[in-house]
């Protein structure tokens, strides 16, 4: 990226590495990421190479919990205990053996969401911005244990100087010589201020089907859903809402869903293949100061793998398989903020 204003190009954007040093997150590592173009992000390398803090021009597009960053445990594997750990961020990757409520199945025990989150990664490559602003972080992550699953991730995160998108390349493999469970889920979380009162979830949807109980079906009743309202005190706690998606895809194959808020100017649009991804949730707490929503493409189901067993929709990953998950997470202005907000 040649530019005679400029003898060094962090001077545009660029990364830095760090490890945090204080509070609960002491010891986690980090990377910073600024593309110049108004997008900054943090990529947690200890945790999954997840992204917690994302912001755009100085305005926040992430939730983040009242804990935030914990360094990694596999203490918080087990029930609901992955809540205890639950960063938010602006991605979280879920799974990769299962996904959603705990459930056992064939006397094994499967947490909350997986261990994904909890598990450090292997910095293999921190580069750029190279002469065409290419930024790149790859990381490998292994799952599992003697006699049981073994599962490894090499996830590639890429970006560039002046761009506001995120390309993330998810690539498992089953390097055991047993089949495994498997299971994938981003967690993309939004919150204030691109998250608010008016914000409008947008999607091309077939059918909007709301999780089995009382609060789901209420709040996904009609269309009124696919508008964010203010804080309330019925949302407190547990309370939430949440339901699956049947995403339609564009002409190109590739679905293409987000939140928009018009009041802001921008919004955050994620794009990913269904044939990879062929379910999507959306989730909803509109809680005083637990104020969240999260739109989360997934290959099973909300509800837990002995309930995707029973299903048939239970993926098995055999030996020396693999499974690619390609996606992108781009803020958006101007005519690509209409085009979003066309679909809400």
Same mark, same amino acid.
Not at 279 to 290: A, D, I, K, M
């Given at each position: ?242 339901? !699956?998606?049947? /995403?339609?895809?564009? #002409?190109? $194959?590739? @679905? ?6 018009? %009041? =802001? *100017? ?24 637990? !104020?969240?929503? /999260?739109?989360?493409? #997934?290959? $099973?189901? @909300? ?6 067993? %029973? =299903? *048939? ?32």
């Amino acid at each position: 990226m040649r530019n005679d204003r400029v003898i060094n190009l962090r001077q545009l954007g660029g990364m830095d590495r760090y490890i945090i040093d204080d509070g609960a997150g002491r010891g986690v590592r980090a990377v910073c990421v600024e593309t110049g173009a108004g997008l900054s992000f943090r990529v947690l390398v200890d945790r999954g190479l997840d992204i917690d803090l994302a912001s755009f021009n100085g305005r926040s597009l992430a939730f983040l919990t009242h804990k935030g960053v914990i360094a990694p445990t596999r203490g918080l594997d087990r029930g609901i205990d992955w809540l205890s750990g639950f960063a938010g961020g602006l991605l979280t990757g879920c799974g990769p053996f299962s996904i959603g409520a705990p459930s056992d199945v064939d006397g094994i025990h499967y947490g909350l969401h997986g261990p994904h989150s909890q598990t450090a990664a292997e910095l293999v490559e921190m580069s750029g911005p190279d002469e065409s602003g290419a930024m790149r972080l790859i990381g490998r992550l292994r799952y599992g244990a003697f006699y049981g699953p073994s599962l490894e991730l090499v996830r590639t995160i890429t970006t560039r100087l002046g761009s506001n998108r995120i390309e993330v390349s998810d690539v498992f493999t089953n390097v055991g010589n047993a089949p495994s469970p498997h299971a994938w889920l981003l967690h993309v979380n939004f919150g204030y201020p691109l998250l608010d009162e008016g914000t409008m979830f947008c999607y091309r949807a077939s059918r909007v089907t709301p999780r089995d109980d009382e609060r789901s079906r209420a709040r996904f009743a009609g269309t009124e859903h696919r508008r964010f309202p203010a804080p309330s005190q019925e949302e407190c706690g547990s309370v939430h809402g949440f339901a !699956y998606l049947d /995403a339609i895809a564009d #002409m190109d $194959g590739k @679905v293409r869903c987000g939140i928009g808020n018009a %009041k =802001l *100017g921008f919004g955050v649009e994620i794009v990913y293949d269904p044939k990879q991804f062929p379910r999507l949730g959306n989730w909803q707490h509109f809680g005083p100061g637990e !104020y969240v929503a /999260a739109l989360e493409p #997934m290959n $099973g189901g @909300v509800e837990g793998r002995a309930t995707d067993v %029973k =299903l *048939g929709r239970a993926d098995t990953m055999e030996p020396g398989s693999t499974r690619r998950y390609d996606y992108s997470l781009a803020v958006v202005e101007g005519a690509e903020l209409s085009s979003l907000l066309a679909k809400s």
